[in-house]
């Protein structure tokens, strides 16, 4: 139950060239750098309904058992099927342009993206 709660985003790595990389507009990755993304994780044993609130107030939320094949979506609207498995603690998923990986590190969410050598680090703490 340790990624239960809400998050805000406290910092962020690599945001520019990750955005470039999935071919996000400027204007758009201009909005988003300094925004504090809002993560609203609800967890019922291995099942999880993961919200995340961007700058256009665009929501997103993916609801997904450990394990088990799901219906996801991107922030653009992209609608794929992929198995979320839970590793150490870890969660990990494979987006269809990048791996993405998170996990609670000293009391924050820690969130990775990974597409090749790019890499998106993003930690948010608990409000």
């Given at each position: 139950m340790a990624?239960?709660g809400?998050?805000?985003t406290?910092?962020?790595e690599g945001?520019?060239?990750?955005?470039?990389?999935?071919?996000?507009?400027?204007?758009i990755?201009?909005?988003?750098?300094d925004?504090?993304?809002?993560?609203e994780?609800?967890?019922?044993?291995?099942?999880?309904?993961?919200?995340?609130i961007y700058?256009?107030?665009?929501?997103?939320?993916?609801k997904?058992?450990?394990?088990?094949?799901?219906?996801?979506?991107?922030i653009?609207?992209?609608?794929?099927?992929?198995?979320v498995?839970?590793e150490?603690?870890k969660?990990s998923?494979a987006?269809?342009?990048?791996?993405h990986?998170?996990?609670i590190c000293?009391?924050?969410?820690v969130?990775?993206?990974?597409?090749?050598?790019?890499v998106?680090?993003?930690?948010?703490?608990?409000?």
């Amino acid at each position: 139950m340790a990624f239960a709660g809400k998050w805000e985003t406290e910092t962020q790595e690599g945001y520019d060239e990750f955005c470039k990389l999935l071919g996000i507009p400027d204007d758009i990755i201009e909005k988003g750098r300094d925004y504090k993304l809002v993560t609203e994780v609800t967890q019922d044993g291995d099942t999880f309904s993961w919200t995340q609130i961007y700058p256009t107030n665009a929501k997103v939320t993916n609801k997904f058992t450990i394990g088990k094949e799901c219906d996801m979506e991107t922030i653009g609207g992209k609608k794929f099927k992929a198995t979320v498995h839970m590793e150490g603690g870890k969660l990990s998923v494979a987006f269809p342009n990048y791996h993405h990986t998170s996990e609670i590190c000293g009391g924050k969410l820690v969130e990775t993206s990974k597409a090749g050598a790019v890499v998106l680090k993003r930690t948010s703490k608990k409000l």
